[in-house]
């Protein structure tokens, strides 16, 4: 916690006080027992400490890596994306009122072979010139153990929106701050290409995102 923070809260806790004391009767609060009176006064601070919360961390994006891998005629083909841009407010401590949004550029796509590239980028598959983004916003972050979370997704390809719910974990070192998961969608589901004996319809996709505060 920052200094202004602190200073923020023993401000706060003062201001607190000051109301307690004059809710109750000014004769019945100084004959009070002193034990009854810090009584009173440390349970009204604790009733009304949940309301007072401090906003999540602002995270800014350093670098990011967004790989996926398919099955495509037996053999696995592993591919990313890049152009990432993030809106990401975090606290490992409070992970309900964190969120999380990230795009990468549609058109970035690779796969290791420049003519399946072009394919990709076409309106059978991502049809990047229409939808240039796809985006992942957070519905709501929990918190399973350690570092490890659980996120309700909203992912949009093409301009279809799916809840999806991705594991990832949150690791901070100082000012630093690593964010890593993986998950599955079905790629029919956002109208990239069609059902074919030579392309599996599951995509897994990883995600590593290196952030600073």
Not at 24 to 52: D, E, N, S, V
Not at 98 to 103: G, P, R
């Amino acid at each position: 916690m920052t200094v202004s923070a602190i200073k923020l809260v023993c401000l706060w806790l003062e201001l607190h006080m000051r109301h307690l004391k004059n809710s109750i009767p000014l004769f019945t609060f100084h004959y009070l027992p002193m034990k009854q009176r810090i009584i009173i006064g440390l349970t009204g601070i604790l009733l009304a400490l949940p309301a007072f919360t401090l906003a999540p961390s602002h995270w800014k994006l350093g670098n990011a890596a967004v790989t996926f891998r398919i099955k495509h005629a037996g053999l696995t083909v592993n591919g990313s994306l890049s152009g990432a841009e993030t809106a990401i407010e975090f606290d490992a401590a409070n992970p309900a009122q964190s969120t999380i949004v990230a795009s990468v550029a549609a058109a970035t796509i690779e796969s290791g072979i420049a003519l399946r590239n072009k394919h990709l980028r076409k309106e059978q598959y991502l049809h990047v010139d229409k939808y240039p983004r796809i985006t992942m916003r957070s519905l709501k972050i929990e918190k399973t153990v350690n570092d490890s979370y659980t996120g309700d997704f909203a992912l949009t390809i093409k301009e279809i929106t799916k809840k999806i719910k991705v594991p990832f974990t949150f690791t901070e070192k100082g000012d630093s701050g690593e964010i890593k998961g993986e998950f599955s969608i079905n790629r029919l589901d956002y109208g990239v290409g069609e059902s074919n004996w030579l392309m599996d319809n599951e995509v897994v996709i990883s995600i590593q995102l290196n952030v600073t505060r």
